[in-house]
């Protein structure tokens, strides 16, 4: 299986994991490019295996030891193993991941394998729905995740991609992805210009709270990904939520406690799947712009996520993947409360 790896997170110093590259205590010369290093005595390294994290998943901590930018309602979100285990179920007709995975394609076509290889990070990852996709098409990937639970799910997932392989294949393959655990806005253990492309999908940045937070995190990913890599982010579009059932009652709440500085705006707290008061904000188009621009991207494309974009490719067979490419081509930009979000290709 790939490496695993824990940083900081905030407050607590976690420890380095490694499933199955700690040969003799040492790091793989693939986590030494990444910069994932032994920096000071608050970091020690195990060759502990995975499961071992789950000392971590202590409840009821109070506010102060929750990880920079994450909510009590995000933290019991990344420590759910329910949640992590039917996320691959949940997501499996969504639009909005299948919309991801076309621009993906699009932006990242399939490569030769190379020597040195062609990196991608995900910040984010998930259960490995877009990474490991990735591996098939000839990339080297990097899962980075708060949650042990969703990336114990991607090294599941992992192994069922790589075990059909012949052994020889099936032990290169298994070198190609590297799953590390972190808090997305403490990133000091990834070395500058470290890889290729990033990913961050599914509106991720949003689940990140407070802004000075959010621009942490974005200029650690430009920190991070090499000069002309691609870096693709999809977040929701804060107006479209007076569409919804209830938005304008939740708007007028929401601008009181803007004005009384209790939320930035943009921000919603709302029960998701079993979970209370998960946190997400959602952006204004000129505030995410204007985000990434402050970071350093340069953007090449947006792509307006509209209604009608998703019912035309969930009517899509999930194996026809032109009739999806040409429903993103025909899209067309919407008026300001139609469009759910972007997703936004930068340099």
Not at 248 to 264: G, I, R
Not at 305 to 329: F, G, H, K, W, Y
Request: hydrophobic share 35%.
């Amino acid at each position: 299986m790939g490496s695993t790896i824990s940083f900081p997170t905030g407050s607590t110093a976690y420890s380095f994991q490694n499933a199955d590259d700690n040969r003799k205590g040492r790091p793989n010369k693939w986590l030494k490019c990444l910069g994932a290093r032994l920096r000071d005595q608050k970091y020690r390294f195990s060759p502990a295996k995975t499961d071992k994290l789950e000392d971590f998943h202590s409840s009821g901590r109070s506010s102060w030891q929750i990880p920079e930018g994450v909510s009590q309602g995000t933290w019991d979100y990344v420590r759910a193993r329910s949640i992590a285990s039917e996320y691959g179920e949940f997501l499996k007709q969504d639009p909005l991941t299948r919309l991801d995975w076309q621009i993906v394609c699009r932006w990242l076509p399939a490569i030769e394998l190379r020597d040195p290889p062609t990196t991608v990070i995900e910040f984010g990852c998930g259960d490995g729905r877009t990474l490991i996709p990735l591996i098939a098409r000839g990339y080297q990937c990097v899962g980075v995740d708060l949650s042990i639970p969703m990336l114990q799910e991607m090294e599941k997932r992992f192994h069922q991609y790589s075990e059909p392989l012949n052994s020889e294949a099936s032990e290169f393959s298994r070198s190609r992805l590297t799953s590390i655990q972190a808090n997305l806005v403490r990133l000091e253990c990834l070395r500058e210009n470290s890889v290729d492309h990033a990913v961050c999908l599914f509106s991720t940045l949003g689940m990140i709270r407070q802004a000075r937070y959010r621009r942490q995190f974005l200029n650690h990913a430009r920190r991070i990904i090499r000069a002309k890599g691609h870096f693709i982010l999809h977040a929701h579009n804060v107006w479209s939520q007076l569409r919804d059932r209830g938005g304008l009652k939740w708007f007028a709440k929401h601008l009181v406690e803007v004005a009384k500085k209790q939320n930035d705006f943009g921000d919603r707290f709302s029960d998701y799947r079993g979970i209370r008061n998960m946190f997400i904000h959602s952006f204004r188009k000129r505030e995410l712009i204007g985000l990434l621009d402050a970071s350093g991207f340069t953007v090449q494309k947006i792509y307006p996520v509209t209604r009608t974009l998703l019912d035309q490719i969930e009517s899509c067979d999930n194996n026809n993947e032109p009739s999806m490419a040409e429903a993103l081509d025909r899209s067309r930009t919407a008026g300001m409360f139609k469009t759910i979000g972007w997703v936004v290709v930068c340099q």
